[in-house]
């Protein structure tokens, strides 16, 4: 895994797929893959309907990486510009050296490993770049391919965190998982 851009938005390669900043022009791809109900399950927001939703998530992304609170990249395959998901962080609390993972991907790419070879990337940069401690997913109990993806990558379960979050008209619980830098290094 290689770094670029040290002082700008960070590129990370991986051997299959290169993590780049998502801008306007990936809008459509955005749209496609977060209007898809089946990639939107666990999202906690509904599928988008428009390419204004998928314009708003942009500028989202690019508000957490301005303020310092986050930073998201869009997934590409490696000779292929086409965003096919995403993957990040939030929650980034420099004080207390965490932040949280998550990520999503377009279900036709879905059980071929690309966001565990993207979480593996993103971790590293994490802890060394970012110098975080403690990197936690919140995962929905029902969702087993996040559940997976984090155990497989050294996630620890802590526990249930009860009614954690209102989203789509309800209120879910969510596991929360945990890597820390000395267990990742």
């Not at 459509?28 to 390419?51: Q, T, W």
Request: proline share 2%; glycine share 8%.
């Amino acid at each position: 895994m290689t770094y670029q851009n040290k002082n700008e938005f960070p590129i990370l390669f991986t051997d299959r797929l290169v993590l780049r900043e998502v801008t306007y022009l990936d809008a459509n791809d955005i749209y496609h893959y977060l209007s898809d109900e089946k990639v939107m399950r666990y999202y906690g927001l509904a599928p988008f309907e428009s390419l204004k939703d998928a314009e708003e998530e942009i500028d989202w992304y690019r508000k957490i990486f301005d303020h310092n609170t986050g930073i998201r990249w869009g997934i590409t395959l490696k000779g292929n510009d086409k965003v096919i998901g995403s993957c990040g962080f939030l929650n980034f609390t420099k004080q207390h050296a965490r932040a949280e993972i998550g990520a999503e991907l377009a279900k036709e790419y879905w059980s071929n490993g690309i966001v565990s070879e993207a979480f593996r990337a993103i971790l590293g940069y994490g802890f060394n770049e970012m110098s975080l401690m403690r990197i936690q997913a919140l995962i929905e109990p029902e969702n087993n391919a996040s559940k997976k993806l984090a155990e497989k990558n050294g996630f620890v379960k802590e526990g249930l965190l009860r009614k954690y979050e209102y989203t789509n008209g309800k209120y879910d619980d969510l596991f929360i998982y945990s890597i820390l830098r000395e267990e990742f290094l």
